[in-house]
């Protein structure tokens, strides 16, 4: 079954973090919160990829998630709006860890969606080959 995060299959040097994008979209039709909880998986592992590649960041003092995302350097690399949807994977894949129940699939469609635009603002800045690919909600 084909998904949104194909693309990033495509380039091996993105291979950290590829399958785990493929794979949060897979779950989703089995469940809403570990479909939420792959989300931000994959967002950590993409994140941590990027610091390792872009060498205008510096790593903070701890590599958690939400200090990685915190740092000006990161934010001031994202465009307007995109620091909205990470914060967004990372609270929901966050309570979704810590109650299954409570994240519906509109919820974990909108993770999916902004996943999707994270790694595709990752791909337009560090791919070899960009080519944009809009999200499809085929699973609705």
Same mark, same amino acid.
């Given at each position: 079954?084909?998904?949104?995060?194909?693309?990033?299959?495509?380039?091996?040097?993105?291979?950290?973090?590829?399958? *785990? *994008?493929?794979?949060?979209?897979?779950?989703?039709?089995?469940?809403?919160?570990?479909?939420?909880?792959?989300?931000?998986?994959?967002?950590?592992?993409?994140?941590?990829?990027?610091?390792?590649?872009?060498?205008?960041?510096?790593?903070?003092?701890?590599?958690?998630?939400?200090?990685?995302?915190?740092?000006?350097?990161?934010?001031?690399?994202?465009?307007?709006?995109?620091?909205?949807?990470?914060?967004?994977?990372?609270?929901?894949?966050?309570?979704?860890?810590?109650?299954?129940?409570?994240?519906?699939?509109?919820?974990?469609?909108?993770?999916?969606?902004?996943?999707?635009?994270?790694?595709?603002?990752?791909?337009?800045?560090?791919?070899?080959?960009?080519?944009?690919?809009?999200?499809?909600?085929?699973?609705?």
């Amino acid at each position: 079954m084909p998904t949104n995060f194909d693309f990033l299959t495509k380039e091996k040097q993105f291979e950290p973090f590829a399958e *785990a *994008a493929v794979s949060a979209e897979k779950v989703f039709l089995i469940s809403a919160s570990l479909c939420a909880t792959a989300c931000r998986t994959a967002l950590e592992f993409a994140v941590k990829w990027v610091y390792s590649v872009d060498s205008s960041l510096k790593m903070p003092y701890d590599d958690k998630l939400a200090s990685l995302i915190a740092t000006d350097e990161f934010r001031s690399l994202l465009p307007e709006g995109l620091i909205q949807k990470v914060n967004y994977l990372r609270y929901l894949g966050n309570n979704a860890t810590h109650n299954q129940k409570s994240v519906t699939r509109d919820q974990a469609v909108l993770a999916l969606q902004n996943l999707h635009s994270f790694l595709d603002f990752v791909a337009y800045c560090y791919g070899t080959s960009y080519t944009e690919t809009p999200f499809e909600p085929r699973y609705l």
